[in-house]
């Protein structure tokens, strides 16, 4: 039952234990504080974890996407197809690299993108496709590798590694999936490339942080691909610091001018520890997901379905549309519900509503789809030091909030 008293609900704090914090203290005490050890171990267990050879860690999801498509030889006069409805991220990365931002709408009532009209949008441009697994949910990846199969005579390669692929290449968006599963295949080893996330709101956080890993089965020469991420991350330097702190071994070279976006080893003992924890916080948080769907089911409300007969979500939002209502009503219970101690949030503005995008001349009633998702969208608390008492407040406050509203 509901109780009584005020509660103060955070939406998204990280899960932090001593242990973590004592890691990190060991790393400041072992003097080796930037990219070292712990980063390369990090790495590794990652690939380990997810099921891939390799996987490169850096500072961010966004470095992690922009330095792929840098690798991968995008950049002016391509195009790269992503969802209007995500964050920014997802497509301003393929702005740094001067390639053109092309965003298809999402598919009625659901948070995916229109397969169809992403087939549409393939042309002799196209160089990547970024689905993203919203939510930590993974998209629909046999469709949309048949997509590309049946638009395959009009990729037009521009290098040596496009040429391996002779098709247009998935980059996944994965900042919230890390750990989900379809198909019986983890996220990470379906897309071409799989970028995700480990900021500090994150399932699995470094406070800043992202990592990069790619298929097995795709030919790549993985020493090279990794050399690329490294030179690419730090500077375009042929050695890091680890490296250089060999006897006699502080020469090095700049082979190109590149960019810094490097992962330290505070961050990476950091994620050591919260790897080590995960599988018991994604039972958390799917037990979490199941009370929301028991209690608001039967109001009516649409929530994304995140465990389902051949797929398993990562469960890193709780997305409930509520029937019925705009943006003003939405807002409405958004104030409510922070009055009643509890933080929420939406996912997402679609993109074509942000200045930004409108000045790059996308305008959201091509979107219209993606903005019936967004206009009765609410995200609610889900996070593993949610109790499951707070569980329960959450749901009464917002079943109590919602008569109020709709009245």
């Known amino acids: ?72 030889g995008v950049g002016p006069g391509d195009e790269v197809i992503t969802s209007a409805y995500t964050y920014t991220a997802s497509a301003s990365i393929i702005d740094h690299v001067g390639a053109k931002i092309v965003l298809v709408d999402t598919a009625l009532d659901s948070f995916e993108m229109d397969y169809l009209k992403l087939a549409d949008a393939i042309t002799e441009k196209t160089k990547a496709i970024i689905p ?100 690419y991350s730090l500077h375009g330097q042929t050695k890091d610091a680890l490296a250089k702190t060999k006897n006699g071994a502080w020469e090095y070279d700049i082979v190109y001018p590149a960019y810094k976006c490097n992962m330290t080893d505070i961050m990476a003992g950091f994620g050591l520890i919260q790897l080590n924890r995960y599988d018991d916080l994604l039972k958390k948080r799917k037990e979490i997901i199941e009370m929301y769907d028991k209690a608001l ?10 465990y389902g007969e051949n797929f398993t979500s990562s469960g890193h939002l709780y997305l409930a549309r509520i029937p019925g209502i705009g943006e003003t009503e939405r807002n409405k219970i958004i104030v409510k519900m922070a009055a009643a101690g509890i933080a929420c949030n939406v996912h997402y503005k679609p993109l074509p509503m942000f200045t930004a995008y409108k000045n790059l001349g996308f305008d959201i009633n091509d979107y219209l789809n993606a903005y019936k998702q967004y206009f009765n969208e609410i995200t609610l608390p889900l996070h593993t030091l949610l109790s499951f008492e707070d569980v329960e407040y959450v749901s009464e406050s917002f079943k109590k909030i919602l008569s109020e509203v709709k009245c």
């Open 1 to 72: 039952m509901l109780k009584a008293e005020y509660r103060n609900i955070p939406f998204s704090p990280p899960d932090i234990t001593d242990v973590e914090i004592e890691e990190v203290v060991k790393a400041m005490k072992s003097g080796w504080i930037t990219t070292g050890p712990k980063t390369k171990e990090f790495e590794q267990r990652i690939a380990d974890y997810v099921g891939t050879t390799r996987a490169v860690c850096l500072n961010s999801a966004t470095a992690a996407m922009e330095l792929t498509l840098r690798i991968l």
């Open 132 to 231: 993203v697994d919203i939510a930590g949910k993974m998209c629909d990846y046999d469709t949309i590798y048949k997509i590309i199969e049946s638009k395959k005579k009009l990729f037009k390669a521009n290098n040596q590694l496009q040429w391996l692929f002779n098709r247009v290449i998935v980059m996944t968006d994965a900042a919230h999936a890390f750990g989900a599963e379809r198909n019986g295949m983890k996220c990470g080893q379906v897309g071409d490339f799989t970028c995700f996330s480990f900021h500090a709101v994150k399932n699995l956080t470094t406070a800043e942080g992202g990592a990069v890993v790619w298929r097995n089965d795709l030919g790549l020469d993985n020493d090279w691909l990794y050399k690329q991420f490294m030179l």
């Open 297 to 306: 089911s039967p109001l009516g409300i649409q929530s994304l379905q995140h």
